[in-house]
T-cell receptor, first 113, second 113 residues
């Protein structure tokens, strides 16, 4: 199993719908998780971080962490065409405390007007 | 303010050239990172500096040479690169090297001819 896995997509949702992005992880990563949004040709932008079990909400975004099942998800409510981007799930390397981020392959999201 | 700046935005260099990429942050962060990203792939860690000391080198070829002159600046010196080194080079910073959130700069698009 890869340390951090995501479905590559593309995931297509209509405007106004909820987009659900999922990520699973192995024991090789620590308990710090991050979601980055990356528009084509641009750099990753941090949109959510989550460190403890449960939900964390910020505006239209909700991150969910389930340690028992080893998955982390990102929900985007009222999706907009401007949300169309690649979403990267990342976790810190448990064995390397130097700050190494382990990324999933990214999920491409397309929001159709 | 979570701004990390990088210069230049674009760089084209021949295989015999020497050039440098620059990164700057004024958030008081004590950890700075260099990543390399190829198209349709997640960022790959190259180097980590913690308190101005190199703490992680991900077995990067010696044609890439990092330097951290002070806590706000990070350079990446390039020499004798290969065409396969063409990529987006990203700088990031975080309060500490560990499980803290990392903030990325806009990147330098490098083309080696």
């Amino acid at each position: 199993q890869k340390e951090v896995e995501q479905n590559s997509g593309p995931l297509s949702v209509p405007e106004g719908a909820i987009a659900s992005l999922n990520c699973t992880y192995s024991d090789r990563v620590s308990q710090s998780f991050f979601w980055y949004r990356q528009y084509s040709g641009k750099s990753p932008e941090l949109i959510m971080s989550i460190y403890s079990n449960g939900d964390k909400e910020d505006g239209r975004f909700t991150a969910q962490l389930n340690k028992a099942s080893q998955y982390v998800s990102l929900l985007i409510r009222d999706s907009q065409p401007s949300d169309s981007a690649t979403y990267l799930c990342a976790a810190t390397d448990f064995y390397n405390q130097g700050g190494k981020l382990i990324f999933g392959q990214g999920t491409e999201l397309s929001v159709k007007p | 303010d979570t701004e990390v700046t990088q210069t230049p935005k674009h760089l084209v260099m021949g295989m015999t050239n020497k050039k440098s990429l620059k990164c700057e942050q004024h958030m008081g962060h004590r950890a700075m990172y260099w990543y390399k990203q190829k198209a349709k792939k997640p960022p790959e860690l190259m180097f980590v500096y913690s308190y101005e000391k190199l703490s992680i080198n991900e077995s990067v070829p010696s044609r890439f040479s990092p330097e951290c002159p002070n806590s706000s600046l990070l350079n990446l010196h390039l020499h004798a690169l290969q065409p396969e080194d063409s990529a987006l080079y990203l700088c990031a910073s975080s309060p500490q090297a560990g499980t803290d959130e990392q903030y990325f700069g806009p990147g330098t698009r490098l083309t080696v001819t």
